[in-house]
């Protein structure tokens, strides 16, 4: 059975009383009702995740992933964070690839791949991010870009590994843009996913996975993208940051 899920990423913003601010604003807001069988997933920044898993130990509906992990388990790395240090924290899962880290950061479909083993072996789910740019979109190449994202990303690993994973399709120029891709340009691609997935892997597999979508998702048109039979759910930036917005996003999840 797929899981619907919202992931909020919440990037480098927020003071440390703002993210816990934010925390009790969603305690306070995600009830039964809101939530239903919605996954809600929050990636605070790596300082206060470890405050963030502590404020939510008894709250039932949010799980806690990092925004970036680490290839290796340990060593020489300065200012990095390993699998086995966020496992420590009790923390659900990690989203790794994200465009932002791709273009500032240098991370490759082959880094993400080791990325995801890492998480998987450590038991943190993965939220691997894949997209085109809008140069991409333009040439009319981007199913053939995305799919690449999917092959190298993925490459080696099994059906099983596939329960741990959690695609999440953003395009690049909808990113923060205010441009959203329209539900039929998302659901496009979505399909084109879940059929790669079924020669990849089978077609129980394609049909169990989460495909997210991301890319300037708000309270107003949430609903329409999450009608759309291929998308699961989404990942969020901006309207994460507002208790409001994204406790409406989880609604339109649950209510689509
Ligand atoms: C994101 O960065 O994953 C994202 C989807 O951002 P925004 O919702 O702000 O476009």
């Not at 305690?27 to 920044?45: W, Y």
């Not at 994202?149 to 953003?170: H, K, P, S």
Request: net charge negative; hydrophobic share 40%; proline share 3%.
């Amino acid at each position: 059975m797929r899981r619907r899920i919202v992931a909020g990423n919440w990037k480098m913003n927020t003071t440390y009383a703002e993210a816990m601010e934010l925390v009790d604003g969603l305690k306070a807001s995600l009830t039964e009702e809101v939530v239903g069988e919605t996954g809600v997933i929050i990636t605070p920044p790596a300082l206060y995740l470890s405050d963030v898993v502590g404020a939510l130990v008894d709250n039932e509906y949010i799980a806690v992933a990092a925004q970036n992990v680490h290839e290796k388990d340990s060593g020489a790395y300065t200012g990095e964070i390993s699998a086995p240090m966020l496992a420590s924290m009790d923390l659900d899962a990690v989203i790794i690839g994200h465009s932002e880290r791709r273009q500032y950061f240098g991370e490759t479909n082959e880094s993400c791949k080791v990325k995801i083993e890492q998480s998987l072996n450590n038991e943190l789910a993965a939220i691997y991010c894949i997209g085109e740019t809008l140069e991409e979109r333009k040439s009319g190449a981007f199913m053939d870009i995305i799919l690449k994202q999917c092959a190298e990303g993925l490459e080696g690993f099994i059906a099983e590994d596939m329960d741990n994973i959690i695609l999440a399709y953003e395009p690049v120029w909808a990113i923060g843009t205010g441009e959203v891709a329209t539900p039929e340009q998302a659901q496009e691609v979505h399909a084109g996913i879940r059929a790669w997935l079924t020669e990849r892997f089978d077609a129980e597999t394609a049909e169990n996975v989460t495909v997210l979508y991301g890319g300037s998702c708000k309270p107003g048109n949430a609903a329409e993208l999450f009608a759309q039979p291929d998308i699961d759910g989404g990942l969020i930036g901006g309207a994460s940051l507002k208790a409001e917005d994204f406790t409406a996003i989880i609604a339109a999840r649950t209510n689509a």
